[in-house]
């Protein structure tokens, strides 16, 4: 029976020590850059969820539905000025932005259990703005 306990609570502490939940912040301001996510590239695992806090006013997330994410995943979109979160369980790599922000470069990515295979149509998101070169540069870091 002592053997079997041990056993349960080390198969419950591993479960949570491989759950790693990630917080983003939306942001005006962040030192000399305006209009923000807090992480730019932020690498999660199947099953992670991420928070995304509104630090400041007038942000939200919102998915790049063409091309912009893997096959599968359904539109996301916050409110504005709402804390969101959402549970990652396709892996693979998500594009996002900012809905009124998106041009002045508040762009983010996310990699989903380290699985690349949608890089190809990520390259091919139509970014508008700062945020062109900016994902060019990010995406090269994918």
């Keep these: 029976m002592k053997s079997f306990l041990t056993t349960a ?3 419950l502490w591993g479960a949570q020590a491989i759950a790693a939940d990630t917080t983003i912040e939306m942001l005006n301001k962040k030192g000399k850059e305006r209009m923000l996510f807090s992480e730019k590239i932020a ?3 199947v099953g992670d969820t991420v928070f995304w806090k509104a630090k400041s006013k007038g942000h939200n997330v919102e998915f790049i539905m063409k091309n912009g994410v893997p096959d599968g995943v359904n539109k996301f ?3 504005l ?3 969101t979160q959402y549970k990652f369980t396709v892996p693979g790599i998500y594009a996002y932005w900012c809905t009124p922000h998106k041009s002045m470069g508040m762009i983010g ?3 989903v ?3 690349k295979e949608n890089l190809a149509t990520i390259k ?3 970014f508008f703005g700062k ?3 900016l994902a060019k540069g990010l995406i090269e870091k994918l």
Excluded: T
Aim: no cysteine.
């Design 131 to 133: 945020s062109k070169k």
């Design 124 to 126: 091919k998101v139509k």
């Design 9 to 11: 609570l080390i198969v």
């Design 81 to 83: 000025n709402k804390d």
């Design 77 to 79: 979109k916050s409110k």
């Design 113 to 115: 259990g380290d699985n």
């Design 109 to 111: 990515f996310i990699i």
């Design 43 to 45: 690498r999660v695992n």
